[in-house]
């Protein structure tokens, strides 16, 4: 079975069909890649009366570059050699309720009949071999049949279809355990072929497509070596060497308007694509130190407004002093392996800013990029202050909400004074740097190298404030639900059909009136779940279910049975385990990010999805560690309901009254291992931890005033 990932076709069958997918194509967003330079250059885009975004001009006018909303993102490949590339929004923005083409994404494919029979467990199974994709010749009928009696005369006759079609169609792929249980008839018949099958011929060229295969008409007419070939396993990938990205985002703004929500926004984001992130927040740190001195000498350190004062000498030194040791302390943990170091401070000088570039080309192994949250959006900036008073910060211990309110206003005043916006005058063009605008509303970039570098800017000019909600539900359960196989196409159960019509109304409940735009799989079990829901909807490859490979259609039992080395590798590292011939969860969130970064684009989106996938998103969402990834329960017939919010995500589950297996497997007891000292260098030691851990702990704004309780 072969799950590219590539869009797929639209084949509703409709006779406006073509009409339909013409118009498809002339609103789909360009791909959506990191881009890898962003020079100096200005970007003007419109869109035309009729939705059709109009391309914006490919030459260097000015001295940075602004993004829109609106705007459609072009990637480096369509610039010419002497040319800036064209970057921004996608069209349609400004209308989020408007139904969007999305790209990866196509109309629903028509579903499966309800009473219409299960695939066939003859049908091909079509494997990756190592590092290529290749249909296998097939056999010819008189060798299926002498397949299927070897299989039926074997104590594999009553074995699932998924195990059955791996005997047949990929010999060189049975484990020696399942090879002793088909005994010596069936060995007898599949030896004669498996070098047949083995693979692709030599000196051809990997991942050639079926139709430009000339199927031979005799199976013994290829030959190909087959004693290099290791059956059965599949392997554990090892993380990505990130041990050379080191990058310190320094954080520009003035207070309520952003930044922390920024910093922890992406630090959720690399966390989730394993970079080693961290947030030094000064503001904590200054708040650790007077918490350490009230406990030393019982002195209560004023840091009320008067605190932040420019004219206050004193106070200023000392405000100057906790930036550059939280710096510091950024520094140090970066170079003990650290990837992304974000200092959260508001950095509001040009002075401030040239000390902090001054200090980062002392180490040649750092880059420093500086992110601006620039809110000139006065309902915006009422929110970002109301959460800030009532958040319970204890700069406004035993205040009334309105003294603590005028208090924080004029501290924000007091920063207005010398606040000096990044590059204003033109100084700091050679600084890299992005500015966002409202949180997402428009992103202005300047000198921005390098590939981590341009991923983070990627992603922020996908981010927006707008409230909405993501709804999560797994298909309804299906026939292989319930015989407890994994992986398939297989259609729902009786019991998935109920879910399938009781959803309508479960999403109501929840939705209310609000616009809805429902995605799921090209699966057959997510377009069926979705068919009654009366929404727009688009289907997704990238949202299809890991591929179990060689175990696809298989249950547990056999997979521990036949495949047992694979079976006990993937319960030591279930993550980074890749069967043979499929994927890992660790394929799968590299596979996602296009739809989280279209997620972060959107509205209020239902995703009907299945329990790996969902998995990884909701992993994203509550900023969850790839260890407990594979674990997380995702129950069926159940709807999930997330709503992002300053501090992260809030959720709600909505279950239906309808009956379903339990698919979830917990996570086995680990071995215990000790862990080797890692060893502590003299600037590390020079540290102190406490203060370490009190500038990288989240600020009162960012934390979950409900303590992330799950409401039902």
């Not at 499966?112 to 296998?136: C, D, E, I, Y």
């Not at 594979?630 to 997330?642: A, G, V």
């Amino acid at each position: 079975m072969s799950r590219a990932n590539s869009p797929p076709s639209n084949s509703t069958g409709s006779s406006n069909a073509s009409e339909n997918q013409n118009k498809s194509r002339s609103q789909t967003r360009s791909p959506m890649l990191p881009f890898s330079r962003l020079p100096h250059a200005t970007i003007s885009s419109s869109v035309s009366p009729t939705g059709t975004p109009t391309l914006p001009g490919m030459t260097p006018t000015s001295s940075s570059q602004r993004i829109t909303r609106g705007a459609s993102v072009i990637p480096p490949a369509a610039a010419h050699s002497n040319t800036a590339p064209s970057l921004g929004r996608s069209t349609s923005l400004h209308s989020r309720s408007s139904q969007r083409s999305i790209n990866s994404a196509t109309s629903s494919p028509p579903l499966q009949p309800q009473n219409a029979p299960p695939l066939s467990g003859k049908q091909s199974r079509h494997l990756s071999h190592g590092a290529q994709t290749r249909p296998v010749p097939q056999p010819t009928t008189h060798q299926k049949d002498a397949f299927d009696m070897a299989v039926a005369s074997s104590a594999l006759s009553s074995s699932s279809e998924g195990l059955q079609a791996l005997l047949r169609d990929h010999p060189e792929l049975v484990s020696s355990s399942l090879s002793r249980a088909a005994g010596p008839e069936y060995n007898e018949v599949s030896e004669s072929t498996r070098g047949s099958r083995g693979g692709s011929q030599k000196g051809s060229l990997p991942g050639t497509p079926a139709e430009e295969i000339a199927a031979p008409t005799n199976m013994s007419e290829v030959s190909v070596a087959t004693s290099d070939i290791k059956p059965n396993l599949g392997a554990t990938g090892a993380k990505p060497d990130y041990s050379q990205a080191k990058i310190v985002v320094a954080m520009v703004g003035l207070p309520a308007r952003g930044k922390s929500y920024l910093s922890n926004k992406l630090m959720r984001y690399l966390r989730w694509l394993e970079y080693d992130v961290k947030v030094f927040n000064v503001g904590q740190l200054r708040r650790a130190l007077a918490k350490a001195k009230l406990k030393e000498s019982g002195q209560k350190e004023d840091h009320t407004a008067k605190f932040f004062d420019p004219h206050n000498p004193k106070a200023y030194q000392l405000r100057t002093q906790m930036a550059e040791e939280c710096l510091e302390q950024l520094i140090v943990w970066l170079k003990n392996g650290g990837n992304v170091g974000i200092h959260d401070a508001t950095n509001s000088s040009k002075a401030r800013r040239d000390a902090i570039a001054a200090r980062i080309a002392k180490e040649p192994d750092l880059k420093l990029v500086f992110l601006e949250s620039i809110c000139t959006d006065p309902a915006v900036i009422a929110a970002n202050v109301a959460v800030k008073v009532s958040s319970g910060d204890p700069d406004y211990a035993n205040m009334s909400p309105e003294t603590a309110k005028k208090d924080f206003l004029e501290r924000i005043k007091h920063y207005e004074e010398g606040y000096e916006s990044v590059d204003a005058d033109g100084t700091e063009s050679h600084l890299s740097y992005c500015k966002i605008y409202d949180v997402g509303r428009a992103v202005t970039v300047n000198q921005i190298h390098g590939y981590l570098e341009s991923r983070i800017a990627f992603y922020l000019m996908n981010l927006h404030i707008t409230p909405r909600n993501i709804f999560f539900s797994r298909h309804g359960e299906s026939q292989y639900n319930v015989e407890g196989k994994i992986g398939g196409d297989s259609d729902l159960s009786e019991r998935g059909w109920q879910y399938a019509k009781a959803l309508p109304q479960l999403v109501k409940d929840a939705v209310g009136d609000a616009p809805l735009t429902v995605w799921h799989s090209t699966l057959k079990r997510t377009a069926q779940t979705a068919s009654f829901l009366p929404y727009p909807k688009l289907a997704w490859k990238s949202l299809d279910e890991l591929d179990a490979g060689v175990c696809d259609a298989m249950t547990y039992e056999e997979i521990e049975q036949y495949y047992p080395e694979d079976y006990a590798s993937r319960d030591e590292d279930k993550f980074n385990y890749r069967y043979r011939g499929g994927e890992s969860y660790r394929d799968v969130v590299v596979r996602l990010e296009p739809v989280i970064m279209e997620l972060e684009r959107q509205e209020n989106i239902l995703i009907i999805g299945h329990q790996a996938i969902l998995r990884a998103l909701y992993a994203y969402f509550h900023a969850l560690n790839q260890e407990d990834l594979p674990y997380i329960k995702i129950p069926l017939h159940t709807l999930l309901e997330l709503t992002p919010a300053a501090f992260g995500t809030r959720e709600r589950r909505y279950k239906a009254p309808i009956e379903a297996v339990n698919t979830h497997r917990d996570k086995p007891p680990q071995k215990e291992t000790i862990a080797p000292d890692s060893p502590v260098s003299a600037d590390e030691s020079t540290v102190s931890k406490e203060l370490m851990d009190a500038a990288t702990s989240l600020p009162p704004s960012q934390i979950d005033p409900s303590g992330g309780h799950i409401l039902d």
